[in-house]
């Protein structure tokens, strides 16, 4: 049996030590993440019935289903891959618009990004740039990934998000409220929480919203 010197029973304190440093990091680490990754943004406040004089018009046959998204939010990757799948479970029921809005953003910038290209591919989806964040605006979104359904007669069917956490693809309460409410099953307002970055300059004007994007 090896007899250990004082200066190797430190060794191996100092190591059993540093282990547990390590884990308890680890451990504060993940738990920060998915504190980070469940927490919701501030709500929208979209109209209950469509606004007035905007950039895109309401359909009078199909539901209409409007996003919000700022173009270099990565959270919102996933909220399109949801909108996909809407999409493609509703052909022909449902138009929908993505309005990209960022804050001294030019045009070309906006069309440029990932996400714009991403929304451009989904069928029935039509990309707009709102260079003032007016739209925004109008349809009372804070965060980005804000979900908006409207009826054919222009009343609010749904507000909220369509991820059940920030990035997350697969099922999600909100998405499931957005197909039964354009076939025909919903009931009262459905709502869900919206997880994303701020659609707003967090600098100008303070928000309880993610500013990740900010600096891009």
């Known amino acids: ?12 304190l100092a190591l059993a030590a540093g282990v547990a440093v390590w884990a308890v990091a680890v451990l504060a680490g993940s738990r920060v993440l998915l504190n980070f990754e469940g927490t919701p943004g501030l709500p929208g406040a979209p109209p209950r019935h469509w606004p007035a004089a905007g950039l895109i018009a309401r359909s009078n046959t199909a539901h209409t289903l409007v996003v919000l998204a700022h173009p270099d939010c990565p959270c919102t ?3 399109l891959v949801e909108l996909a799948s809407i999409m493609a479970q509703l052909r022909g029921k449902v138009i ?13 910038d906006v069309k440029e990004s990932e996400l714009w290209h991403a ?12 260079p003032q964040s007016i739209e925004t605006e109008r349809f009372g979104g804070h965060v980005s990934g804000q979900t908006i359904l409207y009826d054919p007669k222009g009343n609010l069917v749904f507000s909220g998000g369509i991820t059940s956490a920030r990035g ?5 309460d909100g998405a499931d409220a957005i197909l039964r ?8 307002l459905a709502s869900t ?16 919203e993610d500013p990740s994007w900010n600096g891009r």
């Open 168 to 172: 997350h693809e697969g099922d999600n």
């Open 77 to 79: 990757r996933a909220t």
């Open 96 to 108: 929908s618009y993505v309005i990209f809005s960022k804050p001294d953003a030019s045009g070309g």
């Open 193 to 208: 929480p919206v997880f994303g970055c701020s659609l707003h300059n967090p600098g100008a004007s303070p928000r309880n």
């Open 181 to 188: 409410g354009v076939t025909g099953q919903k009931g009262s």
């Open 119 to 130: 929304a451009a591919r989904i069928p029935g989806v039509t990309p707009i740039f709102d």
């Open 1 to 12: 049996m090896t007899r250990l010197t004082a200066s190797g029973i430190r060794r191996r």
